[in-house]
């Protein structure tokens, strides 16, 4: 993410989304009631008679939106911002909805929050770490995924076609093998390739990779887990994997969070979670708050950010598109470490 202009003192922020975490963080920057500014395309609507409207040509605009509606969609790349026309040469006070993906602009308006400003200058900084890219590999299949900001993405999977009865004659491990590898210098890797897993596939992988493809062994880190798969891969971003560039990504930081959460109940620590957290937020108990990307976008949940940012506590907002952040949700989806116990 790259800050164009900022001025608080006007309440205006500027951005260009760089990558699809920028995406993400926007639909957490983004709430009802602001105003958003942007180049968009509107259509003029214009009579040619009484009976039929006819669809005029869409016309490129810079146009003000009052925010109703923000949904991510990452299936599709993209966020959409929905609400009615505040600013503009066309069609005031008509709804309106803006597309934006990687490459767009845009300017917010509102009153910036600490922790708003502080997720700012993550994206900002994230925009020069390493991406990080798992190929969690048994001998049954490899899953290709990218750790995202917001989560972990899928990219691919492959069968390894050793077994049951689809593959009577059944593929050898290097047939396997030379499959993965081709996906693998299809896929966007970034830096770093942490390939995980259980049992000696990984192993056997890595020592294949560094012989066929040394480019790509230049990016492998291998680490062992219990589980294969997307399951394997949440099983690495709990425990760290060995891998400072796992744990520093935002995924990795939310998912040690959750888990110092649950360390801390299994032990009736110095932790608090779903309604008594908002009787402390205003105490000063609280040292870091975890909430989920859906009760933020709440009342209660906008209450208490507000009381833990004026007592200067942390604020940490935790995306429900991977599994700590379904942890939080199943604990209501807000949650405390605080800084004495309490009770």
């Known amino acids: 993410m790259r800050v164009l202009k900022r001025d608080l003192r006007e309440g205006e922020i500027k951005l260009r989304l760089e990558s699809m975490d920028d995406v993400w963080h926007l639909h957490n920057l983004v709430f009802p009631g602001e105003l958003v500014r942007a180049v968009t395309f509107r259509r003029e609507e214009g009579v040619a008679d009484k009976l039929r409207p006819e669809r005029m040509e869409k016309r490129r605009v810079y146009l003000g939106i009052r925010v109703e509606d923000v949904e991510f969609h990452a299936f599709s790349d993209r966020l959409r911002i929905a609400g009615v026309i505040a600013e503009g040469d066309m069609d005031l006070g008509q709804h309106h909805t803006l597309n934006l993906t990687v490459g767009d602009d845009l300017a917010i308006v509102k009153e910036w929050k600490r922790h708003e400003l502080r997720r700012i200058e993550e994206a900002v900084a994230a925009t020069n770490r390493p991406r990080i890219a798992c190929l969690a590999i048994d001998d049954e299949e490899a899953v ?4 995202m900001q917001y ?6 999977t492959i069968k390894s076609g050793r077994q049951g009865k689809m593959f009577p004659g059944g593929r ?11 996906k693998l210098r299809l896929s966007e890797l970034g830096d770093a390739l942490l390939v995980l897993g259980p049992g000696f596939e990984r192993e056997d992988f890595a020592v294949y990779a560094r012989d066929k493809a040394p480019e790509i062994a230049a990016k492998l880190r291998v680490h062992g887990t219990s589980h294969g798969g997307l399951t394997g891969i949440a099983e690495a971003l709990k425990g760290g994997a060995g891998a400072k560039v796992l744990e520093e990504s ?4 939310e998912t040690l969070a959750v888990e110092k959460v649950l360390e801390e109940i299994a032990k009736g620590g110095k932790v608090a979670y779903g309604p008594e957290v908002e009787a402390l937020a205003d105490t000063g108990a609280v040292e870091t708050l ?3 990307d859906l009760a933020v976008r709440t009342e209660a949940g906008e209450r208490v950010m507000r009381a833990v940012d004026q007592a200067r506590g ?3 907002v935790v995306s429900t598109h991977h599994d700590g952040g379904k942890k939080l949700a199943s604990l209501g989806g807000l949650a405390a470490l605080l800084r004495y116990r309490v009770g």
């Open 314 to 316: 942390k604020v940490l």
């Open 290 to 292: 975890l909430i989920t």
């Open 172 to 182: 050898t491990k290097a047939d396997y093998f030379e499959e993965v590898l081709g």
């Open 144 to 147: 290709l995924a990218h750790v």
């Open 151 to 156: 989560g972990v993405r899928e990219v691919a």
């Open 250 to 253: 935002r995924v990795g930081v």
